[in-house]
DNA sequence: GCCAACGTTGGC
DNA sequence: GCCAACGTTGGC
């Protein structure tokens, strides 16, 4: 079982829409690095760290699980879709997406500042000076510890 | 709103 | 295949 850590904008998507939803397509990820862990590496169980960036403040505040496994990012396909990619096709999709199901929402989320205090998450990918990346591997030891602190 | 980091594009 | 230009992410 793997461990990961997904970024989305409250704005756009939160843990209340995931919690409301029940489970929802990780649609629009337009990255190659974070469409490879999605194909390559994501299995169904695997543990979802939700992440809200651009956020007052950023930070973890709940916890999702991978209910299926990739498949072509229906969005783009779709020409009105913000995410529609002409250069791709049906025969030959570029993009992929995973869904996720919603499992909890943490009484009190644990903020991006809070992570750089703790010294045992200090190898946490998302406090990386430049970690832009949206979709990111997290260590069983913090993913634990994350969850031990927060639930 | 600014801007550093960094990914992508496209001319050569 | 290099690299300048450009676009995006995301913290602040």
Redesign the pocket.
């Given at each position: 079982m793997n461990y990961w850590l997904m970024?989305s904008?409250p704005d756009a998507y939160s843990i209340d829409d995931l919690k409301k939803d029940k489970k929802t397509l990780w649609d629009g990820i337009?990255?190659?690095?974070a469409r490879n862990f999605m194909m390559k590496d994501m299995q169904i169980g695997d543990q979802v760290l939700f992440?809200h960036?651009?956020?007052k403040?950023?930070g973890i505040v709940g916890l999702g699980e991978i209910s299926k496994q990739a498949m072509p990012d229906p969005t783009q396909f779709d020409k009105k879709s913000n995410y529609f990619d002409a250069?791709s096709s049906k025969e030959n999709p570029r993009w992929h997406c995973v869904e996720v199901k919603y499992k909890d929402k943490f009484k009190s989320m644990l903020s991006?500042?809070e992570i750089k205090e703790v010294k045992p998450l200090k190898d946490m990918m998302?406090i990386?000076?430049?970690?832009?990346?949206?979709i990111q591997p997290v260590d069983k030891k913090d993913f634990n510890y994350i969850l031990k602190t927060l639930g």
């Open positions: 970024k904008e337009r990255n190659y690095q992440y960036s651009n956020a403040p950023p250069k991006l500042n998302v990386k000076k430049g970690a832009r990346l949206s």
